[in-house]
């Protein structure tokens, strides 16, 4: 089983890939874009729950 550090850093990487890709398709592939923030979502409810303060990690700042 995974450790709290090792999902917090593994959610955290996705986090910020995911935001990266979420910048490049909001204006060409609106239907892509709102599937990755249905994921975007998710994983700003488990970073927030873990404690993990999003201020300087939120690039989309929804």
Do not use: C
């Amino acid at each position: 089983m995974p450790s709290a550090a090792d999902i917090i850093r593994d959610s955290i990487n996705e986090f910020s890939r995911l935001q990266n890709w979420m910048k490049l398709v909001k204006d060409t592939n609106p239907d892509a874009y709102e599937s990755m923030h249905d994921r975007y979502i998710e994983l700003k409810v488990i970073l927030a729950s873990l404690g993990v303060n999003l201020a300087e990690l939120d690039k989309i700042k929804e």
